[in-house]
């Protein structure tokens, strides 16, 4: 593997990113487009901001249990922080994201580098890395993306390129999933995105799987996986 400025991180069962606000229960009632949930909090219907757009199939549905923190906006008064799946809350608020990743990078990692009409999560000096987010597994396989993402195969591509061209090129995949053991692309639901990885992967772009969980109101590491062979 070549040089690359994200680093091992802190030690499994280290907390990487802790919360200091409530976090209250409720039941999915419906979701009427990608950024909204309707919420029975205590009897009550709340609309929720919902900040991931994936499918999540299996954490966003009627009767599912999630957990909400009050968050005023225009239009929503909470939003959502995670989800059952199982007995694993699972962490679905993409806006942690950043925050998750600098804990693998240098201080004077530069967020969200414009290259042409796209934006980069991190650049560190010559290194340029985007990061995702994972949340869906399957028999202990994490797939990636839940839903088609031209986004995500824009993002691969690009970084591909200024690979071919000599530039350091990274992908950070932030696993929220404590029982994944490898990862693959998800050629079943985004055909184009898998090629695009397995293309970047065969160019020399550097690409991670940071495995980790949500415990109460902490994120905790478990390792870097590795993907499926």
Same mark, same amino acid.
């Given at each position: ?9 802190? &030690? ?45 199939? &299996? ?42 990743? %600098? ?32 949340? *869906?597994?399957?028999?202990?396989? !994490? ?6 993402? *031209?986004? !995500? ?40 995105? !898998?090629?695009?990885?397995? %293309?970047? !992967? ?28």
């Amino acid at each position: 593997m070549e040089s690359t400025h994200i680093c091992v991180g802190p &030690e499994p069962g280290k907390s990487l990113v802790d919360f200091d606000w409530d976090l209250l229960e409720a039941a999915v009632v419906e979701r009427p487009n990608r950024f909204v949930v309707i919420a029975n909090l205590g009897g009550e219907s709340v609309k929720c901001h919902l900040h991931d757009p994936g499918r999540l199939k &299996e954490l966003i549905f009627p009767g599912n249990r999630i957990r909400i923190r009050r968050k005023p906006s225009e239009k929503t008064d909470y939003s959502v922080v995670c989800a059952l799946d199982g007995d694993e809350w699972v962490l679905i608020d993409s806006r942690f994201h950043p925050s998750i990743a %600098r804990k693998f990078l240098p201080d004077n990692a530069v967020s969200e580098v414009r290259v042409g009409r796209k934006r980069i999560d991190f650049k560190c000096e010559n290194e340029f890395i985007e990061v995702k987010g994972c949340t *869906l597994v399957d028999n202990g396989t !994490a797939k990636f993306p839940d839903a088609p993402s *031209l986004r !995500a195969t824009e993002h691969v591509r690009l970084l591909t390129s200024m690979k071919d061209e000599g530039t350091p090129a990274s992908i950070m995949f932030l696993v929220m999933r404590k029982n994944a053991e490898c990862f693959v692309p998800n050629r079943d639901t985004d055909p184009e995105f !898998a090629e695009a990885l397995l %293309r970047a !992967a065969g160019s020399g772009v550097n690409i991670v799987f940071k495995k980790m969980h949500l415990d109460g109101k902490s994120i905790i590491y478990d390792g870097q996986i590795q993907m499926c062979q």
